[in-house]
């Protein structure tokens, strides 16, 4: 049998590994480095993308991922903040559940400050015309950013999603029997609990 880690029986080191895996997959290539970030759509209907995960403020509980201003997904955000990100490492057998609430930045000091971390690769997501999901005559139909001013012109559609954790779900799959721990903020301080798997 594989050896149990650490935190299998740990309820703050479950809590722990969630947030390094996380930070890890804000560094690196990993599972957690493209999680599914979940909002509320018109009517209330569940909406999911793959989104890249930019940043993780442990002591803040904060996620930070990019986005265009013209999105559906900024649109939903800005109308109703409440907003969920799922990871799951299959080499690492996690999955992590969040959900928070969702905040935009354009144009302040949050932004600027992950514009200018930004490789010129990620800008140019956010200088394309027509805007994103924008129907088209043909696959091809849009530009891209060409020059440098095009380029930096991408910054007044570019936003910032700070997503803060009002729960965060931790599930360790194991031969052995598998780890499920739940974690809450709110107004009364934190909670933490196992579950059954
Ligand atoms: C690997 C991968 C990473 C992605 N990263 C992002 C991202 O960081 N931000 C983003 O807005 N869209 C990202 N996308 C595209 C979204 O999944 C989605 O297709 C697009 O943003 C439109 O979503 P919306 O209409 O809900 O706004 C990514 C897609 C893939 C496959």
Redesign the pocket.
């Known amino acids: 049998m594989t050896e149990l880690p650490p935190f299998y029986d740990d309820l703050a080191g479950c809590l722990a590994e969630a947030w390094r895996r996380l930070e890890e997959g804000a560094a690196h290539q990993s599972g957690f480095?493209?999680p599914?970030?979940a909002?509320l759509g018109r009517g209330g209907a569940p909406?999911?993308?793959?989104?890249?995960?930019?940043g993780v403020d442990r002591a803040a509980r904060a996620l930070r991922?990019?986005?265009?201003a013209r999105?559906?997904?900024?649109?939903?955000i800005a109308a109703e903040p409440r907003a969920a990100l799922h990871a799951y490492d299959a080499g690492a057998k996690i999955q992590v559940r969040i959900e928070g609430t969702a905040r935009l930045h354009g144009g302040d000091e949050v932004a600027r400050a992950a514009w200018a971390a930004s490789r010129p690769m990620s800008r140019l997501?956010y200088g394309t015309a027509p805007a994103?999901?924008t129907p088209l005559p043909e696959g091809g139909a849009f530009v891209l950013p060409e020059d440098e001013a095009a380029l930096e012109a991408g910054f007044s559609a570019f936003r910032v999603v700070i997503l803060t954790a009002a729960r965060l779900e931790f599930l360790y799959l194991a031969r052995q029997g598998h780890r499920r721990a739940l974690f809450t903020w709110d107004e009364e301080g934190q909670g933490a609990a196992w579950l059954a798997p």
């Open positions: 480095h493209t599914a970030l909002t909406r999911l993308r793959t989104v890249v995960l930019r991922i990019h986005c265009d999105s559906a997904k900024a649109a939903e997501c994103p999901g």
